[in-house]
C-alpha cells in the first residue's frame, strides 16, 4: 500500500454534498444529537424520511423481529412481507399493484419505463415522450436527472437521456402543449419539495387531470416527499380529487430504511411481465417489514389527522410572523411541508436556527423548508415558532418582549 500516491483530499468520502458542520450520532423522536452529546430539534425529519420521527418503536420492534429471521431473499422467491406490505398499499389507496426497489430516484425509473412499456403494448409506437414541470425534481439517476426540470443539475451530464419536454407548473395556458402525439405520460410533483416549496393549484391538476384521461396520458405523480402522511393524507393526491394512474413512494415509507415504491392501477401494471423490470434488493424482507410497521402506525394511530390540525395551527402562526416580521415573503406548502420564502438567502437562517439547537432546510436560495416529523408534539411546534420569532426579531434588530 505505501506507494500508492493518495489525494490529498481531507475525506475518503466523495465530495458530493454541501455538508453542514455537525456529526449527528444518535435519534429519538424528533431528536438528534451530535458527537459531542448536543441535543436538536430535527425539523429536516433526515429530507422528510422519518416521518414518525427517529428509530419508532413499532417498527424498531418488527424490524427486529425480522433480524433475527430473514434480511434477504431474491424476488425470485415469495417474500411475504412484500406481499403483505403492497396489500396494505393497494388497500389504502386508488392502485392495484406495487413494485418495490430502494430509492426514490428508482421509484421514479420505473414509473418512466412502465409508462413507455404501457404505450407500446397499447400500439402507440410513437408516443416515447414524458411531460414534466420547471424547477421539478425526480432524482439524480441519468434518467431521473433528466426528468427533473432544472438546468443547474443537467450541467456537465449532457447527452441527456432524451423524451422530456419541461412545461410551466400551474399554467393552463401550457396544458394545450402536453399532447403533441408523442406524449405518453405526464410526470408532476403536487407540491415540488426540493424545487422551491410550490404547490400545484387544486383547478390546474383536475383539469390536467382531466385532459391526461381524455388523451389516454398517464398521469404520474411523484410523491416521493409528498406521501406517507406528510401532508395530511396517506398520499396527497387523496386532496386534489384525482384518481392518478401510477404514483412514485421512497423516502418515509420504510421510517429510514432504503426503499422505494411504484404503485399503479391495473391497467397500467399489466404492462410489467417477468423480464420487464426487476431490482436485487427491491422489497426486501428487512426493509418491507419496516415499512409495514410504518404503515401501521400511519393509518391506525389517528397519525394524519393530527397532521392536519399541527399543519393548520403552524400555518396560522407563521402567517402571523409573516405579519410582524418584512423578512418573511409567503409561506407555501401543504400539511406539514412548509416552505418560507424570505428576502435574503436563507443558509444565515439555517445556520442562526442551528445555534438554537433547531435544524431546518433549504429549498432552493432564497426559501426556507420545515419538516417536521409527523408526531412532533405541539409544545415543539410552539418552541419552534418562539425561536423563530426571537431569529426574526434579532434579524430585524427588535427588542425581544
Ligand atoms: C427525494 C426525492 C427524489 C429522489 O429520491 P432518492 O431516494 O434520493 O433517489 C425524487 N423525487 C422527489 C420528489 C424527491 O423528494
Known amino acids: 500500500m505505501s506507494n500508492i500516491v493518495k489525494s490529498q483530499s481531507t475525506s475518503a468520502v466523495m465530495n458530493t454534498y ?79 399493484q406495487v413494485f418495490f426497489c430502494n430509492s426514490g430516484a428508482e421509484a421514479n425509473e420505473a414509473a418512466i419505463k412502465i409508462a413507455k412499456k404501457y404505450a407500446s403494448d397499447s400500439g402507440n409506437v410513437e408516443r416515447t415522450e414524458i411531460v414534466t414541470f420547471t424547477n421539478s425534481f425526480h432524482g439524480r439517476t441519468g434518467t431521473t436527472m433528466a426528468a427533473t426540470g432544472q438546468k443547474k443539475i443537467h450541467q456537465g451530464f449532457t447527452p441527456l437521456t432524451p423524451g422530456f419536454r419541461y412545461l410551466p407548473l400551474n399554467d393552463f395556458d401550457a396544458l394545450t402543449q402536453i399532447n403533441d402525439g408523442k406524449t405518453t405520460a405526464v410526470l408532476l410533483e403536487l407540491v415540488q419539495g426540493e424545487g422551491g416549496v410550490h404547490p400545484a393549484g387544486l383547478a390546474w391538476v383536475s383539469e390536467l387531470a382531466a385532459l391526461c384521461k381524455k388523451e389516454d396520458i398517464l398521469l404520474i405523480l411523484d410523491e416521493i416527499q409528498t406521501g406517507i402522511g406528510r401532508t395530511g393524507t396517506l398520499f396527497a393526491y387523496e386532496q386534489f380529487g384525482i384518481e392518478p394512474d401510477v404514483i412514485t413512494s421512497a423516502k418515509a415509507l420504510a421510517s429510514g430504511l432504503p426503499v422505494g415504491a411504484m404503485l399503479a392501477k391495473e391497467e397500467v401494471a399489466k404492462s410489467f411481465q417477468p423480464g420487464s423490470h426487476g431490482s436485487t434488493f427491491g422489497g426486501n424482507p428487512l426493509v418491507m417489514s419496516a415499512g409495514l410497521a410504518t404503515m401501521e402506525a400511519i393509518l391506525n394511530e389517528d397519525i394524519l389527522h393530527e397532521v392536519r390540525e399541527k399543519a393548520e395551527w403552524l400555518r396560522g402562526k407563521l402567517e402571523e410572523l409573516k405579519q410582524e416580521f418584512s423578512s418573511i415573503e409567503e409561506i407555501r406548502g401543504l400539511g406539514l411541508l412548509i416552505g418560507i420564502q424570505m428576502t435574503d438567502e436563507v443558509k444565515s437562517w439555517i445556520s442562526a436556527f442551528r445555534e438554537k439547537e433547531i435544524l431546518v432546510l433549504a429549498a432552493g436560495s432564497n426559501v426556507l423548508r420545515i419538516l417536521p416529523p409527523l408526531t412532533t408534539p405541539k409544545a415543539e411546534l410552539e418552541h419552534f415558532i418562539q425561536s423563530f420569532k426571537q431569529l426574526l426579531m434579532e434579524k430585524e434588530g427588535r427588542v425581544s418582549s
Open 18 to 96: 454541501g455538508r453542514f458542520p455537525i456529526t449527528l450520532v444518535k435519534g429519538k423522536a424528533s431528536n438528534v444529537w451530535d458527537d459531542n452529546g448536543q441535543k436538536f430539534l430535527d425539523y429536516t425529519s433526515g429530507i422528510a424520511t422519518c416521518n414518525l420521527g427517529h428509530v419508532p418503536d413499532n417498527v424498531h420492534h418488527k424490524v427486529k423481529g425480522q433480524l433475527d429471521t430473514l434480511w434477504h431473499c431474491s424476488n425470485l422467491y415469495d417474500i411475504p412481507p412484500q406481499q403483505e406490505l403492497a396489500t396494505a398499499l393497494t388497500d389504502n389507496s386508488c392502485f392495484d
